[in-house]
């Protein structure tokens, strides 16, 4: 599940993060989030596993607002009747530069609402998470205005290739150990990557 808010006003904020990573993993796999339901927009297809095993996969996006993510989360774990350390939930994180991301298979909200309503409803920390740096934010800017502001033309070209990083994180998590996964995408920094290519 990729936290961020429904509507076009929204769509390209830095909060959106969450959703860019969902529609990328869509648009690698050819679906996207055309069911809805009350509080979740879902889709659904089959990975391979590293056994060769098919592994039904369900990409969703709430529908909620993201100090509300709780209740889409919540309700997902009712409807598919799954755990809550089988959902990744795929958010932005202000306090990581854009280019790093962090995967954990639980701690606390770190200050982030949307994490803050899952912990809240669940009643577990124990949920695994992706934070997807978007930070700095401007010496003087306020938090709240600075994550619902779009990116900017000159965070692009980077913003492309952490949505595919962060996408492809997302899928091996499912689909491979998850300590060696965390190992490889928590030590990426996509800033030199682009600087070399760049260079």
Not at 8 to 28: E, F, P, W
Not at 42 to 56: A, I, M, N, Y
Not at 136 to 153: C, I, K, M, R, S
Request: charge should be negative.
């Amino acid at each position: 599940m990729g936290l961020g808010n429904p509507g076009k006003t929204y769509q390209n904020n830095r909060h959106n993060l969450g959703y860019l990573v969902i529609d990328a993993i869509g648009q690698k796999y050819g679906v996207s989030c055309h069911t809805r339901t009350k509080l979740y927009h879902w889709t659904s297809f089959d990975v391979r596993t590293t056994d060769q095993e098919r592994l039904p996969i369900i990409l969703s996006k709430p529908l909620t607002f993201m100090n509300n993510s709780g209740l889409a989360v919540r309700q997902i774990l009712m409807d598919f009747e799954i755990s809550s350390d089988q959902v990744l939930i795929i958010l932005d994180d202000l306090d990581l530069p854009l280019g790093k991301m962090r995967l954990r298979e639980h701690g606390s909200e770190g200050g982030h609402r949307g994490l803050k309503s899952i912990i809240e409803l669940i009643g577990t920390r124990a949920i695994p998470r992706l934070r997807v740096g978007i930070g700095p934010q401007g010496e003087n800017e306020a938090a709240e205005d600075f994550v619902l502001a779009d990116f900017t033309t000159a965070e692009k070209p980077l913003l492309g290739q952490v949505v595919q990083q962060a996408a492809n994180c997302a899928l091996e998590w499912a689909i491979a150990d998850s300590r060696q996964v965390m190992n490889k995408y928590n030590a990426l920094d996509l800033r030199q990557t682009l600087d070399f290519q760049n260079a």
